[in-house]
Antibody, heavy 121, light 109 residues
């Protein structure tokens, strides 16, 4: 059973960089080619896809966040990471990491529990 | 980017059938997936690639699609099905861009 766990600061100052890591257990990050994704949910709102990365390092980003976003992967540690720069209060959200199964369509089959990140001074 | 529109709220009597719809141009060329999110919890995949259920998802959940609309049907709704439901698909740009629907709150009466 694949499990994902987000970790990182729960409070970030405005204009700083939000950094989160997702640790994957119970499965390989590269076998059978899943992607690894970040998704966020603003308080009381819907889900927003942030981006995802392949184990090779190829990454795809939400165009609305692309200029501030970097997703990286470290398969030796079974981890992938998110960095979002120049944050504002609008980046306050629960951040989820998820596995992306590929095939006829891509879908998010395993999710972490989520971590709340608040942007505030 | 594409948008996926869902009705904000839907209610269903216990044991009855409810259909949740998701509309968007990207659905004309891409399959929809569906996620259930209970209060305070992470989303759970319930339907993928239009009408496939992951292991452990009850067969009362089914999916369908026609034109620009995808649907999730719960046949014989149970109290534990009360949750928010989100559709998701690939953007119609042809690039690796993914979108979620606006979400539907399902209340089981």
């Amino acid at each position: 059973q694949v499990q994902l766990q987000e970790s990182g600061p729960g409070l970030v100052n405005p204009s700083q960089t939000l950094s989160l890591t997702c640790t994957v257990s119970g499965g390989s990050m590269s076998i059978n080619g899943p992607y690894w994704s970040w998704i966020r949910q603003h308080p009381g709102k819907g889900l927003e896809w942030i981006g995802f990365i392949y184990y090779t390092g190829s990454a795809y980003y939400n165009p609305s966040l692309k200029s501030r976003l970097a997703i990286s992967v470290d398969t030796s540690k079974n981890q992938f990471s998110l960095k979002l720069s120049s944050v504002t209060a609008a980046d306050t959200a629960v951040y989820y990491c998820a596995r992306v199964r590929t095939g006829t369509t891509n879908y998010f089959d395993y999710w972490g529990q989520g971590t709340l990140v608040t942007v505030s001074s | 980017s594409s948008e996926l529109t869902q009705d904000p709220t839907v209610s269903v009597a216990l044991g009855q059938t409810v259909r949740i719809t998701c509309q968007g141009d990207c659905l004309r060329s891409n399959y929809a997936n569906w996620y259930q999110q209970k209060s305070g919890q992470a989303p759970v995949l319930v339907i993928y690639a239009k009408n496939n259920r992951p292991s452990g998802i009850p067969d009362r959940f089914s999916g369908s699609s026609s034109g620009n609309t995808a649907s999730l049907t719960i046949t014989g709704a149970q109290a534990e099905d009360e949750a928010d439901y989100y559709c998701n698909s690939r953007d119609s740009s042809g690039k690796h861009v993914y979108v979620f629907g606006t979400g539907t709150k399902v209340t089981v009466l």
